[in-house]
Structures are given as C-alpha cells and as structure tokens.
C-alpha cells in the first residue's frame, strides 16, 4: 500500500501562483509514475501532469506553459508548480502515484482561483 499526503492548496487571484506538494510513505518501492489530477465541481477528475520514474512528463494541454512538475525518487515526493492561475483551475487537486499496474490517490486539495 502506498499512501499519499498533500499539501499548499488554498486561495490565490487570477495570475498568481501556488505550489503543491505531495509525499508518499508505506510501500514506497518501485513507483512508476507521479502526478496529479483535478476534479471541478460538476466534472469528471482529469489528468493535469505526471511524471515517470525515468523521468518522462506528460501535462494536459491546458496547463502547458502555466505548470511545472518535479519529482524526487529518493524522497518519493512530486510537486506542482502552478504559475499564471486562472479561475478554471479552480478544482480539487489529487495526487497519484502508480505501483505495479495499482493507482493510488491522496485525499486531495483544493485550489480556488477567484479574485
């Protein structure tokens, strides 16, 4: 099992920034892929970035140019860097590590972009 806990949502104006991050603990071998996802009220989750153990990142083409991630695999901790925020992002914000073909969430932040 493999359990993570996130950290640094909260309230921020449109064009302003946060950083999110996220650290796994328990079974912590062999972790694939890092990321994080969002959900919006109304909506369905949705992908915003992950990154590989290797190193290989893939973002939504909605945060391209606005997000940064960046994983630690000795400390097995991934952040989000969120620059430029817009009132869309507004969401609750999860992150999610893959061990051995399982998905695991952590219990999710919220980021509310509103002026």
């Known amino acids: 099992q493999v359990q993570l806990v996130e950290s640094g949502g909260g309230l921020v104006q449109p064009g302003g920034s946060l950083r999110l991050s996220c650290a796994a603990s328990?079974?912590?071998?062999?972790?694939?892929?890092m990321g994080w996802y969002r959900q919006a009220p109304g909506k369905q989750r949705e992908l915003v970035t992950t990154?590989?153990?290797?190193?290989?990142?893939n973002y939504a083409d909605s945060v391209k140019g606005r997000f940064t991630i960046s994983r630690d695999n000795a400390k097995n901790t991934v952040d989000l860097q969120m620059n430029s925020l817009k009132p869309e992002d507004t969401a609750v914000y999860y992150c999610?590590?893959?061990?051995?073909?399982?998905?695991?969430w952590g219990q999710g932040t919220q980021v509310t972009v509103s002026s």
């Open positions: 990154r590989t153990r290797g190193g290989t990142i």
């Open positions: 328990g079974s912590i071998f062999n972790i694939y892929n």
């Open positions: 999610t590590a893959e061990q051995r073909g399982l998905q695991y």
